[in-house]
């Protein structure tokens, strides 16, 4: 049978009644995981290395302070 991976929260961002944000990684990749506090939508994306997930993190995170999403 297949070997399960679990998920590994690494970075944990949140603008409180707004977005919450997970960085962490799955298997040997990482990914970026975020809900959206409002209108309750959610994303999850896969990344090769972690510099791509924390820099989708981080814009993610910018977006929603600045009120742009």
């Known amino acids: 049978m297949g070997k ?6 690494i970075v944990k961002y ?9 960085v962490g ?5 990482f990914y970026v995981y975020y ?7 959610e994303s999850l994306q896969y990344f ?3 510099r791509e997930a ?3 993190a981080n814009k ?3 977006k929603f302070k600045r009120g742009v999403v």
């Open 4 to 9: 399960e991976t679990k998920r590994k929260d």
């Open 14 to 22: 949140e603008l409180p009644e707004v977005v919450n944000i997970k």
């Open 25 to 29: 990684t799955e298997g040997t990749g």
């Open 35 to 41: 809900k959206d506090v409002k209108t309750k939508l």
């Open 48 to 50: 090769d290395t972690g």
């Open 54 to 56: 924390i820099n989708m």
């Open 60 to 62: 993610t995170y910018d």
